[in-house]
T-cell receptor, first 113, second 111 residues
Framework: EPEVTQTPSHQVTQMGQEVILRCVPISNHLYFYWYRQILGQKVEFLVSFYNNEISEKSEIFDDQFSVERPDGSNFTLKIRSTKLEDSAMYFC???????????FGPGTRLTVT | DAKTTQPPSMDCAEGRAANLPCNHSTISGNEYVYWYRQIHSQGPQYIIHGLKNNETNEMASLIITEDRKSSTLILPHATLRDTAVYYCIVRVAYNNNDMRFGAGTRLTVKP
C-alpha cells in the first residue's frame, strides 16, 4: 500500500539554524500539507499546497517558514531560523481528493537546542 | 467551522464494539464530519467521513443523527491496536483544505 514517507525521522539543530524537512507524498496525489504537533499538544495545521502554490496557511506559518515541491516528487518544509519553540513533530500529508482523506507520514521530530 | 465536543477518554473491552460520540450542534448544511485517529506518536490516520448518510468502510461505521447535531464512530470489534486518540472534525469540504484537530477522545482497549 502506498504511503507518505518523511526524512529524517529525527533532526537536532541549534537555535538560529535553518532546517529542511523532506516528504515524499503518495505518487498520484495532488494536495500536500504540513502539520506540527508540540509534545503533549494537539496536531496543528501549518500549510496546504496545490498546483505549485500555497492554497491555505495558518497563523503559525509566518515568514520563517516556506514550502517547495522542487522536483515533482518531494515536498519540503524549510524553517529559516529555528527557535526553541519550533521543537515539535512535523507531519506531512497528501491527498488526491482535497480535504477528504488525507494520508499522513510518520513525522519528523525536530529538536531545537 | 462548527465546534465539536468529545469525551476526553473512554475504555472498551477487546472484541467489543467501541462507540465514540461527537457533538457538533452548530454544524451547517455544507459541513462534513471526519474522523481520524492517532496511535501513540504516529501520524494521524484517516478513518471515515460523511455528510448526512451513515457510512461504513473496512475500518468503522459512522452514524450521523438525522438533525446532524451529533455522530457516533463505531469500531465493531475493537482490538488492542485500536488504542489511540480519536478526532472528530467538522469542516466544509470545498473551500478549506486543512484538518483542524481538537483534543479528541483517548480510547483505551483493554484485554
Amino acid at each position: 500500500e502506498p504511503e507518505v514517507t518523511q526524512t529524517p525521522s529525527h533532526q537536532v539543530t541549534q537555535m538560529g539554524q535553518e532546517v529542511i524537512l523532506r516528504c515524499v507524498p503518495i505518487s498520484n496525489h495532488l494536495y500536500f500539507y504540513w502539520y506540527r504537533q508540540i509534545l503533549g499538544q494537539k496536531v496543528e495545521f501549518l500549510v496546504s499546497f496545490y498546483n505549485n502554490e500555497i492554497s491555505e496557511k495558518s497563523e503559525i506559518f509566518d515568514d520563517q517558514f516556506s514550502v517547495e515541491r522542487p522536483d515533482g516528487s518531494n515536498f519540503t518544509l524549510k524553517i529559516r531560523s529555528t527557535k526553541l519553540e519550533d521543537s515539535a513533530m512535523y507531519f506531512c500529508a497528501s491527498s488526491n481528493r482535497g480535504p477528504y482523506e488525507q494520508y499522513f507520514g510518520p513525522g519528523t521530530r525536530l529538536t531545537v537546542t | 467551522d462548527a465546534k465539536t465536543t468529545q469525551p476526553p477518554s473512554m475504555d472498551c473491552a477487546e472484541g467489543r464494539a467501541a462507540n465514540l460520540p461527537c457533538n457538533h450542534s452548530t454544524i451547517s448544511g455544507n459541513e462534513y464530519v471526519y474522523w481520524y485517529r492517532q496511535i501513540h506518536s504516529q501520524g494521524p490516520q484517516y478513518i471515515i467521513h460523511g455528510l448526512k448518510n451513515n457510512e461504513t468502510n473496512e475500518m468503522a461505521s459512522l452514524i450521523i443523527t438525522e438533525d446532524r447535531k451529533s455522530s457516533t464512530l463505531i469500531l465493531p470489534h475493537a482490538t488492542l491496536r485500536d488504542t489511540a486518540v480519536y478526532y472528530c472534525i467538522v469542516r466544509v469540504a470545498y473551500n478549506n483544505n486543512d484538518m483542524r484537530f481538537g483534543a479528541g477522545t483517548r480510547l483505551t482497549v483493554k484485554p
